[in-house]
């Protein structure tokens, strides 16, 4: 399968604790970003990176929150010290760079958080 | 600043009947629009685009219209089936980046 890889699909935190969520991009994909969807809302926009670069993280909550996308290995997306608010699904999506023929970024599945 | 808007939360339809979802934007500087389709516990899937230089694209059943100076956009599906029953997600992005802006989302039942 060569669509992007979101991995855990389904995590479970209680509060005070760390999630982490990681997410492989297509193949041939240098471009990164996270999304989250709370419950019965849209997507929301949370950073944009490059391969060992944040290019936009307008939409990361201030605290608790981190990105990375290293030069080998997947985006991660870092939730300190947990609260129940962030329980939500986090969508990663990818593309191969600035070329917008179409625009289109492609999704992973997922990885929905529940926070005891 | 809500930068995308889908004003109908939900759409019901016949089977065979044209569904039409509806999308507006604010921010002018926006010059690519798109639909994703989005079942529950999955990742939205592309469905189809435009550039703002056109005002309609159309891919089978799916047809995307565009009204610039009404910062409007439409998503016809016909003839709708009962497998095209999911939300809806308009979004947008601007020029300087591949960032989409999404809208919140029409969730579509189309009946037998």
């Known amino acids: 399968n060569a669509g992007v890889m979101q991995n855990p699909r389904h995590l479970v935190r209680r509060r005070g604790q760390e999630a982490r969520l990681r997410c492989s991009p297509m193949k041939g994909h240098s471009h990164v970003y996270w999304y989250r969807q709370l419950p019965e809302e849209g997507l929301k926009f949370m950073v944009y990176l490059q391969k060992e670069n944040i290019i936009d993280e307008s939409g990361m909550p201030k605290e608790r929150f981190s990105a990375e996308f290293p030069k080998e290995g997947p985006s991660i997306l870092r939730i300190q010290q947990v609260v129940r608010g962030d329980s939500a699904a986090y969508f990663c999506?990818?593309?191969?760079?600035?070329?917008?023929?179409?625009?289109?970024?492609?999704f992973g599945e997922g990885s929905r958080l529940t926070v005891l | 600043d809500q930068q995308v808007k889908q004003n109908s939360p939900s759409l019901s339809v016949q089977e065979g009947r044209i569904s039409i979802l509806n999308c507006d934007y604010t921010?002018?500087?926006?010059?690519?629009f798109l639909w994703y389709k989005k079942y529950p516990a999955e990742g939205p899937t592309f469905l189809i685009s435009?550039?703002?230089?056109?005002d309609k694209n159309e891919d089978g059943r799916f047809t995307v219209f565009l009204n610039k100076s009404a910062k409007h956009l439409s998503l016809h599906i016909v003839p709708s089936q009962p497998g095209d029953s999911a939300v809806y997600f308009c979004?947008?992005?601007?020029?300087?980046?591949?960032?989409?802006?999404f809208g919140t989302g029409t969730l579509l039942a189309v009946q037998p």
């Open positions: 979004a947008a992005s601007g020029s300087a980046t591949n960032k989409l802006i």
């Open positions: 921010n002018s500087m926006f010059d690519y």
């Open positions: 435009i550039s703002s230089i056109k």
């Open positions: 999506a990818s593309s191969p760079g600035l070329t917008r023929s179409t625009g289109e970024l492609f």
